[in-house]
């Protein structure tokens, strides 16, 4: 999702409006290709702080204007860095949509066993709320 400021609404089918701004992307974060490209062509220029939850508040004092994330990722940084939801604007769709997954070699003799582990844990992880503290932590 882009996430900008609400009385500076970004969306992802409107890439140009991009032209001219400074997106925040943590340190070591690599962009979508559709914003590195966007970068390249110095269209739009990059700052790189430590934490996704510095780009919320660099965000907020209006210093950065965008930021890309997950809907997780960029809900918890705002939370984390104190801000009023309502003063900003996550786009209506993702920017790109990307899952991770557990791999597990069909030859490997518990392939199973440890697929049916590791689902049982994600839940029980969301269940007792600590997925969602593990999330709010990595935002920071």
Not at 56 to 63: C, E, G, M, N, T
Not at 80 to 90: L, V
Not at 124 to 132: C, W
Request: glycine fraction near 6%.
């Amino acid at each position: 999702y882009i996430f900008s400021r609400a009385g500076d609404q970004i969306e992802v089918a409107d890439l140009s409006a991009m032209t001219g701004r400074q997106v925040c992307y943590p340190l070591g974060w690599q962009p979508p290709a559709a914003i590195q490209q966007l970068l390249d062509q110095g269209v739009l220029r990059r700052h790189s702080p430590l934490g996704l939850q510095e780009c919320a508040r660099l965000l907020l004092l209006k210093r950065d204007d965008l930021f890309i994330a997950d809907r997780n990722l960029g809900d918890s940084a705002l939370r984390a860095a104190g801000a009023d939801m309502q003063q900003f604007h996550r786009s209506r769709v993702p920017f790109q949509s990307s899952t991770l997954h557990f791999i597990v070699s069909r030859q490997h003799p518990r392939a199973a066993e440890l697929i049916e582990r590791f689902n049982r844990g994600l839940e029980t992880l969301k269940a007792r709320g600590e997925y969602q503290r593990l999330i709010e932590s990595y935002a920071q």
